[in-house]
């Protein structure tokens, strides 16, 4: 059984329409990529994963349940914990008090310090910035925060919304450390969104290539990388016509 199991979903914002159809997987302790130019759905995909939107045909399953009509609550409590774009942690709160949110699915306070100090120990600079506000952070430090914050939700499943988006090339081979860590430290499985193929070929061998709301491509990263499939999404040569 895969852990998560997308059948021809369809989504939309009001009347105007995102998604037409679209099935993807991962199994447990996969990490799998999403591919895709801008405005392809990738983030309404880990949307409606995450329970933010529901979508208006087909189905999800997550551990095989039909999780299609749960709350971002519910969702959040059963183990999916999404990081979303744009690394929005709460800036004028401190680095604790944002782990501290993370962990709004638990109650038990030992549990808490427990994992605090775990993510501290995975992401050793937030330690040194303990007390420091969110918005003090560097783009690079914000976005390790908010994957701790993730954390804190002890994830079975975790939607990495385009993690390295304005990241210098430095911090996205750092990027791709922690990413593989989220499986192998964790135990987490990893549905990463993606606009860097490079990173997402670091840390993931199979993936998806969505466009305009559909999957364009599917299978082995390596192999779209070599048949030019992912360079001719990019540049919309496909789409050119
Ligand atoms: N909250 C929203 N309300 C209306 N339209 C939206 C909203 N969010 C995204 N869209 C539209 O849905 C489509 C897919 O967007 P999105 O999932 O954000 O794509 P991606 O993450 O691949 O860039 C785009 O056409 C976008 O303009
Ligand atoms: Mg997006």
Known sequence: MALLQVHDLHTAYGRTR??????????????VAILGPNGAGKSTLLSAVAGLIHPTAGRIEYQGQNISDWTADRAAKAGISLVPEGRRIFAGM????NLELGAYVQSDRALIEQDIERVLDYFPILRERLNSQGSD???????????????????????LDEPSLGLSPVLVRDLQAII?????????????????????????????????GTIAAEGLLEEMRETGVMRELYLGVSSAR
């Open 18 to 31: 995102v998604h037409r159809g679209i099935g993807i997987s991962i199994e447990a302790g996969e990490i």
């Open 94 to 97: 401190t680095v604790r008090d």
């Open 137 to 159: 952070l560097s783009g690079g430090q914000q976005q390790m925060l908010a994957i701790a914050r993730g954390l804190m939700a002890r994830p079975t499943l975790i939607l």
């Open 180 to 212: 593989l860590g989220l499986r192998d430290q964790f135990g987490a499985s990893v549905l990463l969104v993606e606009q860097n193929a490079s990173l997402a070929l670091g840390v993931a061998t199979r993936g998806y290539l969505m466009q305009t």
